[in-house]
């Protein structure tokens, strides 16, 4: 009986196409982009994009009526303790409210 990846490699080598690692199938400038980041892997090891650091702040903190939204950073369990995580967001949820008080109910809110 004949190996059926035979009856393929003929194929794939006599086309414009070739498959990735992946077993993904490029071609064209993808297939050129490929090639040249394999033959120059210290150009493209200069050229990786450093990690996004956000400049935003890890807690957010937004009066909506006289409730309190919160918007955290992702906690990463692997990389920290629950304890300190949860004791920087009770923190910087004081300093807000220290900063920005709960806004006073009015006499329309009440009646709602």
Not at 8 to 18: A, L, P
Not at 20 to 26: C, V
């Amino acid at each position: 009986m004949r190996d059926p990846s035979a009856l393929f490699s003929g194929v794939i080598q006599n086309s414009s196409w070739t498959a990735n690692q992946n077993g993904l199938i490029l071609a064209g400038k993808a297939l050129e982009a490929r090639v040249k980041q394999l033959l120059n892997p210290a150009r493209n090891a200069t050229e990786a994009k450093e990690p996004k650091v956000s400049s935003a702040p890890a807690f957010q903190f937004k009066w909506k009526g006289q409730e309190l939204c919160i918007k955290v950073r992702p906690f990463r369990p692997n990389q920290e303790n629950w304890t300190e995580y949860s004791l920087a967001l009770d923190d910087a949820a004081g300093k807000y409210q220290a900063a920005f008080p709960a806004p006073e109910v009015t006499e329309t809110q009440k009646a709602a």
